[in-house]
């Protein structure tokens, strides 16, 4: 294998979004040996650099599910919806009292202020039985959040919208909702839980960012090592020359994959796993 290509959310990153400091180091050795390093990732490219630490070695990523794709920290290619999109999918999360956020590649995320009312009532609920800890204090952090309120949006360049709720009658409602319209609208639907949906533009997923980043270094998908734990790994894990899932992954990935890690995103199961096999 010539490249790693790492998902963050439940692969890098444990469930309290936590990057390892370990994996750092085993991502510098791998990259001595001359291993090229990659994340993909649903994260914009502000989310990534938010976390990632300064020191670790990363060849290129792409962001929001190939929304964008970045060689050195440097936008290579990107698309966004139609703002006219935006502006009606937004309207129709807000006559249903959805919790909805805006995500652009360089800006955290946004909901206009006038909604954190209902916002609240839903996910200042007690914790459901259904929703892990993670997602939960998520959600208690974006209530006390000082940037995610705002008492305007652009719908200019988002790559992302993002749909919550504590109610899984009220998302699950939500999400049947987008997904009667996909094939006839411009999203591709995406969920990691029973309590949110995520749409991006359809016709860009991890696979088409990787192929630009392949272009970049001549490398082919017979080249290519994927590691990953949910469904918008799925386009990569279709493809890549050797793909492994993380302990922790739903069953899609887990079928789909040629070998698991044997420890969880929560044990330094990548780090513990990228030891074994390369170093």
């Keep these: 294998m010539k490249a790693l290509v790492l998902d963050m959310d439940g692969t890098i ?26 994340f993909a990732t649903g994260r914009t490219h502000y989310e990534i650099t938010e ?35 935006v502006s009606d999918m937004i309207a129709a999360a807000r006559r249903r009292q ?26 200042s609920r007690p ?10 204090l998520y959600a208690q952090q974006t209530l006390e959040s000082t940037v995610q309120w705002v008492p305007t949006l652009s719908f200019e360049h988002v ?5 919550f709720s504590t109610d899984t009658d009220k998302i699950g409602s939500w999400y049947d ?16 839980s029973v309590h949110n949906a995520e749409i991006m533009l359809k016709g860009r997923d991890k ?17 290519v090592h994927v590691v990953g734990d949910s469904m918008n790994d799925l386009p990569l894990f279709d493809k890549a020359g050797k793909r492994t899932a993380m302990k922790n992954s739903v069953p899609s990935i887990l079928e789909a994959a040629d070998d698991v890690t044997a420890y969880t995103c929560d044990e330094d199961g990548l780090s513990h796993y990228l030891s074994s096999v390369y170093l």
Excluded: W
């Excluded at 959805?98 to 996910?123: F, Q, V, W």
């Design 159 to 163: 790559v992302k919208i993002f749909f």
């Design 207 to 223: 696979a088409t960012g990787l192929e630009t980043l392949m272009g970049r270094y001549g490398l082919s998908y017979e080249d």
């Design 127 to 136: 914790q459901p039985e259904t929703m892990k800890h993670f997602e939960y």
């Design 13 to 38: 990153l444990d469930h309290s979004g936590r990057f390892p400091k370990s994996l750092v180091a085993v991502l510098a050795a791998l990259k001595e040996t001359g291993m090229l390093i990659f």
């Design 98 to 123: 959805i919790y909805y956020e805006i995500h652009t590649l360089e800006n955290s995320s946004r909901t206009l202020l006038e909604d954190k009312e209902y916002s609240a009532a839903d996910i």
């Design 177 to 192: 909702h987008l997904r009667a319209q996909q094939d006839e609208s411009d999203y591709a639907l995406y969920t990691t």
């Design 51 to 85: 976390i990632t630490p300064g020191d670790c070695p990363l060849d290129g990523y792409v962001a929001a599910s190939g929304m964008g794709v970045y060689v050195d920290g440097r936008l290579i290619d990107s698309a966004s919806f139609d703002p006219d999109f």
